[in-house]
């Protein structure tokens, strides 16, 4: 009969060869193994006394080994996930009217409007595009001070206009620049910037769609067009639970509808409300990220196409990783693994490090790359 040492005792095994069996064997074997589910994998839980004891650990012979094995491999273990993304210019920005007149001119769809250019025409004077975070929402005149200000005399400088310190008061030498890029502009020269003559945005922008058309009237609050930026980034939302992954300045991998991949880095992280699918249904909360394309070449002639965005939150370089199934729980608490070396196996427990793609970094005494440890099926 074949048998298997455990605590200093001989096991029957589950076969014996005759019906007589010596009393109190087989007590040991319902508090030694124990199969789990936990992280995917199947663990088998090891009563502690004397499975670990001493340096080569107990043995078993070669006729009640493992079912399956697997080979302790060094590696660099990724903890990552995959994402659908659209590539695009990134959010997508509506401007409205601020104040009544007749549209008179628009510009094309996929047109580039930079700083001190028109973005629209509105009973033929020139609505200008000029950089800042703070949108317009008042008229800007002598006395007034904000972000705002400092925004716009921040433009009126980069423009070309002095004669004034950039700060966020608007003072009379703010005024006379104002009164110079007015006449330069074709506007009455006032000295006071209406709200409605400029439009603010963080860059350069590129018209995505036209929402009016040249003659119609308008009203303050009606759309006339949509823009985004001018860099083709890449727009991925993920469930909240997923937010860890998506950590502003990370690096990712995107791949393209042609199967190349590139590098790209998450710019911009945000939490957006997202209605239900059906009408009772309740909103979603999802994270929205941002990614840029570092090889902007490499989407050339796509607008817009869906990609792949691969994700990682955490890295281990050059560990030992097994299975997880590999792993054997011990009731004392802690992890083990079953070493097989010839026909025999030994116990021997583990530390546990980042889980990832089906596999655990582990370390342990006398572990090294290239053993076989025990698996199940």
Not at 99 to 127: A, C, F, H, M
Not at 157 to 168: H, P, Q
Not at 191 to 198: K, W
């Amino acid at each position: 009969m074949g048998m298997t040492t455990v605590d200093g005792k001989a096991e029957p095994d589950a076969t014996p060869a005759r019906p007589r069996r010596r009393r109190g064997r087989g007590k040991v074997v319902a508090g030694l193994l124990i199969v789990l589910a936990a992280a995917g994998g199947g663990f088998v839980a090891i009563n502690s006394a004397g499975l670990l004891k001493g340096a080569s650990g107990p043995t078993q012979s070669a006729n009640v080994l493992p079912p399956a094995t697997a080979t302790v491999a060094k590696q660099t273990l990724n903890d990552t996930m995959d994402a659908d993304g659209e590539l695009g210019y990134g959010p997508v920005t509506t401007a409205v009217t601020r104040k009544p007149g007749t549209i008179t001119w628009l510009p094309e769809s996929g047109r580039q409007v930079t700083r001190g250019k028109s973005l629209y025409r509105l009973d033929n004077d020139p609505v200008t595009l000029m950089y800042g975070d703070t949108p317009a929402y008042r008229d800007l005149k002598i006395g007034v001070e904000g972000n705002d200000v400092e925004n716009l005399e921040r433009n009126l400088s980069k423009l070309g206009y002095d004669g004034f310190t950039v700060d966020d008061e608007y003072t009379y030498d703010t005024a006379e620049a104002v009164m110079e890029w007015q006449e330069d502009r074709g506007l009455d020269e006032t000295g006071v910037v209406e709200l409605g003559r400029v439009v603010f945005a963080p860059g350069k922008v590129r018209v995505e769609s036209i929402e009016s058309e040249e003659g119609q009237p308008a009203q303050p609050g009606q759309k006339v067009l949509t823009y985004t930026g001018t860099s083709k980034v890449v727009t991925v939302e993920l469930e909240a639970e997923d937010q860890r992954m998506a950590k502003k300045g990370a690096k990712v991998e995107v791949t393209l509808p042609d199967g190349k991949s590139v590098k790209g880095k998450v710019t911009e992280v945000a939490t957006v409300i997202v209605p239900g699918e059906s009408q009772n249904a309740d909103p979603e909360t999802r994270v929205e990220a941002l990614v840029s394309i570092g090889n902007a070449k490499a989407a050339n002639g796509l607008d817009k196409a869906s990609v792949d965005v691969t994700f990682t939150a955490s890295q281990r370089k050059n560990v030992l990783t097994v299975p997880v199934a590999a792993l054997v729980a011990l009731q004392e608490g802690g992890f083990g693994l079953e070493i097989i070396e010839g026909g025999t196996s030994r116990y021997i427990a583990v530390e546990t490090g980042l889980f990832a793609g089906g596999r655990v970094e582990v370390e342990g005494d006398g572990l090294t790359e290239g053993m076989t440890v025990g698996m199940p099926k």
